[in-house]
């Protein structure tokens, strides 16, 4: 696992340390020292922790203006030993809402699992955003944790499925990402 980098050809776009709305700015990066674990796994030091000692993140790119951000996600989404929702909603979430944020894009290709406790903060996070056309979009999920969230009704609180899986993010710019979501959403409330 130490040798899975969050994608970084967006990098000319943006950049969370150099962001100074960003929950990450600041930051500064090694890449001989490796820190962050996942179990007795190390990860590349260019993932972000936001407080959970199982699910790192990177925000890819951020738009203020036009309100959405990426973020790619790496490790177990643990809600039921370590609660990762209540860690991600306190510490990226609620900072990106703060300042503006209303649709959020997860890519979750590098989610290993996802062990489901309630919804209750997946429901408090669609409630913050919904009223100023906020979403929350799970793109190329596996289909073992779009199943578990789907059991645990997650899907009720964000767009997660079929549609969203399999779509080739690397190969566009991240407005243009932005924009191939809003459509995917429009074509599934037709």
């Known amino acids: 696992m130490h040798d899975i980098e969050p994608y970084y050809h967006w990098r000319d776009y943006y950049d969370a340390a150099r962001d100074k709305r960003s929950p990450f700015y600041g930051r500064r990066y090694s890449e001989l020292y490796f820190t962050h674990c996942i179990y007795n796994y190390y990860i590349h030091p260019q993932w972000d922790s936001f407080g959970s000692s199982t699910l790192y993140c990177k925000i890819l790119y951020a738009d203020y203006v036009k309100q959405f951000v990426v973020i790619e996600l790496i490790g177990e989404w643990n809600d039921t030993l370590?609660?990762?929702?209540?860690?991600?909603?306190?510490g990226l979430i609620n900072p990106l809402i703060?300042?503006?944020?209303?649709?959020?894009?997860?890519?979750?290709?590098?989610?290993?699992?996802?062990?489901?406790?309630?919804?209750?903060?997946?429901?408090?996070?669609?409630?913050?955003?919904?009223?100023?056309?906020?979403y929350i979009v799970a793109l190329n999920f596996r289909e073992?944790?779009?199943?578990?969230?789907?059991?645990?009704?997650?899907h009720h609180f964000m767009h997660i499925g079929n549609a969203y899986n399999?779509?080739?993010w690397r190969k566009v710019k991240p407005f243009y990402l932005h924009k191939l979501v809003d459509a995917l959403i429009m074509r599934s409330l037709e």
């Open 98 to 134: 703060d300042e503006g944020i209303r649709k959020f894009i997860l890519i979750g290709e590098n989610v290993l699992n996802f062990h489901a406790s309630d919804e209750l903060y997946y429901e408090e996070w669609y409630e913050e955003i919904k009223e100023d056309g906020g």
């Open 82 to 90: 370590h609660n990762d929702i209540m860690e991600m909603k306190r």
């Open 144 to 154: 073992h944790v779009i199943r578990e969230m789907c059991n645990t009704r997650i």
């Open 166 to 168: 399999d779509v080739l």
